[in-house]
């Protein structure tokens, strides 16, 4: 495992080595509470490697590269605060769209999503694993929201469709696509 200092420099005491390949991000942290950093990796056969470094929290000026810089997320080691992205909700969020209940035996299938901003159009279409168009359904509301569109299998064979969900406000639009199995 190498370190790289905000000089370019590799500083003492790396390089460390274990044994494996480190299977996961290093986790740093003053975990004992004796003022020096210690560093954890996780190699691919299972174990956990250990370090207790030389340098003291607050003597790391550069930080560890999570978010806001230290533990407390306070961007105090920053001259000035980064510009980091900013978290745009997706106006369908993909936990928030599903059918139920799924796999159906029944003649009757429920769609629900989640609309995070008003949107200017709705759109709901069901498809086939063959990509042919099956059946267009009328969203509730287009306004910001749970939302619930019941769709009619009485006429539907058996199988495996897709329901591909999109909404638009005009500038910005989102699709989710979902699985729907139907059991007659």
């Known amino acids: 495992m190498r370190a790289i200092d ?17 299977t996961t991000a290093p986790l740093i942290e003053d975990i004992d ?14 174990f956990l490697y250990a370090w207790d470094l030389d340098y003291r929290s607050e003597d790391v000026k550069a930080g560890w ?25 997706k106006l369908l969020p993909a936990k928030r769209v599903f059918c139920y209940p799924n796999p159906t035996e029944g003649n009757s299938t429920n769609i629900r999503y989640s609309l995070s901003d008003a949107v200017q159009s709705m759109s709901i279409r069901i498809y086939d694993l063959a990509g042919e ?3 267009n359904l009328q969203p509730s509301s287009l306004a910001p929201g749970d939302h619930e569109v019941v769709w009619d299998l009485s006429d539907v064979q058996s199988g495996v469709y897709l329901a591909r969900l999109e909404a638009s406000t005009g500038s910005e639009s989102s699709t989710e696509i979902i699985k729907i199995a139907v059991v007659k």
């Open 133 to 135: 168009f099956v059946a």
């Open 65 to 89: 590269t999570q978010f806001g810089g230290d533990k407390n997320n306070s961007f105090s080691y920053y001259e000035e605060n980064p510009d980091f992205p900013s978290q745009q909700k």
């Open 6 to 22: 905000n000089k370019g420099n590799i500083p003492q005491p790396f390089p460390l080595t274990t044994a494996a390949e480190i």
């Open 33 to 46: 509470d004796d003022g020096d950093l210690d560093l954890f990796a996780l190699s691919i056969d299972g």
